[in-house]
């Protein structure tokens, strides 16, 4: 007979499992999209909902600015590698559980908060909010304080990369 700790252990097990793959699931069909589709000049539109666009057609649809493709730089890396990357850490845990349940669940304790701050980060940056603060910012020139600091940082880093790369390259042509 199992104690109510290890039931709810195993429930906990299944959830991670099934959530690690539906976030597998959604980048692999994220990939595929993004490798199948076929850039040209009609509007995406045409094709796909607007909050199913990849980084690419909103760069072709969207990006009319650099401020406009560094807010959606800005998106998708919170939204691909920072948020999937905090949620990842959950099945890993679960993972050890099996293996060595006293650290496998400390482990758990401690990454459910980072998961969760994870799930919170996808819903906070997905695609519709994108759209929105998009044409919010082409339509009324309107972004918020944290957003236009993120923005005004994401620049400036650009700007200091392509000034090191042109230095690189003075330099390798004196060479």
Known sequence: MKTPAQKIMIILIIAVCF???????????????KNNY????????????EHQLTYEEFINHYGIDDTCVAIIDIYFDKRENSAAGRISM???????????APIGASL??????????????????NRKKLITTLVNYQTNDILTHNLKEKVV?????????????????QLAQID
């Open 19 to 33: 959530m690690s793959f539906e976030v597998n699931a959604q980048n692999n069909i994220a990939e595929k999209n």
């Open 38 to 49: 076929r850039t040209n000049s009609t509007n995406c539109a045409e094709h796909k909902k």
């Open 90 to 100: 959950f099945p890993a845990a679960a993972a050890i559980v099996l293996i060595n």
């Open 108 to 125: 758990m304790v401690i990454s459910s908060p980072i998961a969760i701050t994870g799930a919170i980060t996808r819903i906070k940056y």
């Open 153 to 169: 940082d994401y620049l400036g880093n650009k700007e200091e990369y392509n000034q090191e790369e042109v230095k690189e390259q």
